[in-house]
């Protein structure tokens, strides 16, 4: 089988990636990814030159690029991804999120193979209580989650309309290696390493509920192999944790791990105005998943976070790279014109 994986340069697509290799040596994997500020093939250093895997430079929003790869299936990753970006400016998301999804399912159908629609929880918009069901309202707040929310619903459409064997996944907030340091996790981090200051938003009491991205991958994998065509699989880890919560525990861990004084670092933190339509609690059920597919997470919360922090700390010229601007040579040093089209 050979697998058109997008947006696999970015966080999840390239934990993706390295997973399906790993997990079906039998499979070809074609990484189709622009490259933008958030694509970064340092992530993929280590399987660069495997025979099975192929890099192409390129956009999902170009069909004719599109209709000359070579592949049996699609799982879409490709997205604009961050909230406060898509405050600032919405059209990339509605371009890429919405435009360029509707391309890929126009080229899936082409083909009649099938794709896995890879979504987020942010469509549901915030919840009081209780927790996100499949058959919860779409009812987005940030133009990223309403552009997610429109490139599932196209999705839906597809095949409703043209019976396109189509699979959306909804996972909650994932963390772990290779995130890019404009999300919360990452930025703790590295703020702390660099002893900057570390942004809260708000009261820092809204509620996420945080997966490792390791069991994001596995439970992809079980919706492209097992996932019924049409249905939409919420994924969680049933861990809701408040963001000053969180903070507080990765600046105590980098404390310890880097024996600075944990007063120090802790003091590091800077409430600051409230993000524009902050949702304030996402909550994801996920006992579809794990009853149809059997899908279980693996990594408990405390491990999964001490790992990550392991990680950034072992991993400075990864994240250095990007605050300064010098991860974009990659490409160009290492793949030359030779994955261009
Ligand atoms: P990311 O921002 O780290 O990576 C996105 C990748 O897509 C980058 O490599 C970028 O270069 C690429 N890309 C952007 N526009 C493109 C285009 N027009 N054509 C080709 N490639 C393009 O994102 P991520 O955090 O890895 O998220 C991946 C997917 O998972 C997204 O669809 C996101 O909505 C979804 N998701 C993310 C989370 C999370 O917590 N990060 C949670 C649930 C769902
Ligand atoms: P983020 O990682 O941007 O993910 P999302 O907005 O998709 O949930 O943010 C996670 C939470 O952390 C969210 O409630 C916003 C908050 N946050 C901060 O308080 N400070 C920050 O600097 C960032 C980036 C996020």
């Not at 909650?172 to 660099?194: D, R």
């Not at 390791?214 to 699989?233: L, P």
Request: aromatic fraction near 10%; hydrophobic fraction near 40%; include cysteine.
């Amino acid at each position: 089988m050979k697998v058109l994986v997008t947006g696999g340069a970015g966080f999840i697509g390239s934990n993706f990636i390295r997973h399906m290799l790993a997990a079906h040596p039998g499979y070809t994997i074609v990484n189709l990814d622009l490259l933008t500020y958030a694509g970064n093939l340092e992530n993929l250093s280590d399987i660069e030159t495997l025979q099975k895997y192929r890099f192409v430079k390129g956009d999902i929003c170009d069909k004719g690029l599109l209709e000359k790869l070579d592949f049996d299936a699609v799982i879409h990753f490709a997205a604009e991804s961050h909230v406060d970006r898509s405050i600032l400016d919405s059209a990339p998301f509605l371009q890429t999120n919405v435009l360029g999804t509707q391309a890929l399912l126009e080229e899936a159908r082409r083909r009649g193979c099938r794709m896995v629609h890879v979504s987020t929880d942010e469509v549901y918009g915030s919840l009081a209580e209780g927790a996100f069901h499949e058959t919860s309202p779409l009812m987005p707040n940030s133009p990223y989650a309403a552009s997610k929310a429109s490139s599932d619903l196209i999705a839906r459409a597809y095949c409703e309309t043209y019976g396109l064997d189509v699979v959306i996944t909804r996972c909650s907030n994932n963390y772990g290696p290779y995130q890019f340091p404009e999300k919360l996790i990452p930025l703790v981090i590295a703020n702390a390493l660099q002893g900057r200051p570390v942004p809260v938003y708000g009261d820092g009491l809204n509620v996420r509920d945080w997966l490792y991205v390791g069991d994001h991958c596995t439970a992809v994998d079980a919706a492209f192999h097992k996932g019924g065509a049409g249905e939409v699989y919420n994924i969680g880890g049933r861990n809701e944790q408040a963001n000053i919560g969180i903070v507080r525990r990765l600046l105590i861990a980098v404390a310890r791990k880097t024996g600075a004084p944990e007063e120090s670092l802790l003091g590091l933190i800077a409430f600051v105005k409230d993000r524009p339509g902050h949702d304030r609690r996402y909550a994801i059920d996920p006992s579809k998943i794990e009853r149809e597919l059997g899908w279980r997470p693996s990594t408990p919360f405390e491990s999964g976070i001490d790992g990550t922090v392991d990680w950034y700390l072992s991993h400075r010229p990864w994240w250095e790279r990007i605050i300064s601007g010098a991860y974009r040579e990659y490409y160009d040093l290492q793949y030359g014109k030779r994955a261009i089209l």
